[in-house]
């Protein structure tokens, strides 16, 4: 794993056209419980436009949409499939991302797996790894704020100031 490039996975270019026509996100390992960091991602991608489609076995609702046991269960097209699991289950969910026809495999912060990767690569995906969407949203869509909302506040000139 040495010779293993993670910054080839986290090309500017390839998260905005990923992020600016992406319609649909299954995110796999979406938690009901509103206190996880997948919860929070799915909520904040719902507020800006995405379908957010939940990947988890132990749930049957998350975000008010029905959750599927595997990706291969999602009855629609899926353009991004957003990991939110431990890395080791990362060829399986590169070989069943492919298998659906998902456009781009996304992993988040810390779900790193070579062979996940080259398995999407392999069956076309555009791979991201090591970055969380949310912030990637944020950063290119111009809504970085510490709360993760748009805050319509476009100066940093206080009010009052002169």
């Avoid at 996304?106 to 949310?134: P, T, Y």
Wanted: charged share 20%; proline share 4%.
């Amino acid at each position: 794993m040495a010779d293993f490039d993670l910054t080839r996975y986290q090309d500017p270019l390839v998260i905005q056209r990923v992020l600016f026509t992406a319609k649909t996100i299954a995110i796999v390992g979406l938690s009901a419980n509103p206190l996880r960091a997948s919860h929070f991602v799915g909520f904040y991608l719902q507020r800006h436009g995405y379908r957010v489609i939940p990947v988890n076995p132990r749930e049957s609702e998350v975000l008010g949409e029905r959750s599927f046991a595997s990706l291969r269960d999602v009855p629609v097209a899926v353009d991004v499939v957003n990991v939110f699991r431990a890395p080791a289950a990362l060829p399986g969910i590169a070989t069943d991302a492919v298998a659906i026809g998902a456009r781009c495999l996304w992993c988040q912060f810390g779900v790193i797996n070579e062979e996940g990767a080259r398995i999407a690569e392999q069956g076309g995906l555009a791979v991201v790894m090591d970055r969380c969407i949310k912030v990637e949203h944020a950063r290119y869509a111009g809504r970085m704020h510490w709360l993760g909302f748009n805050t319509e506040r476009i100066t940093s000139v206080r009010s009052g100031l002169q």
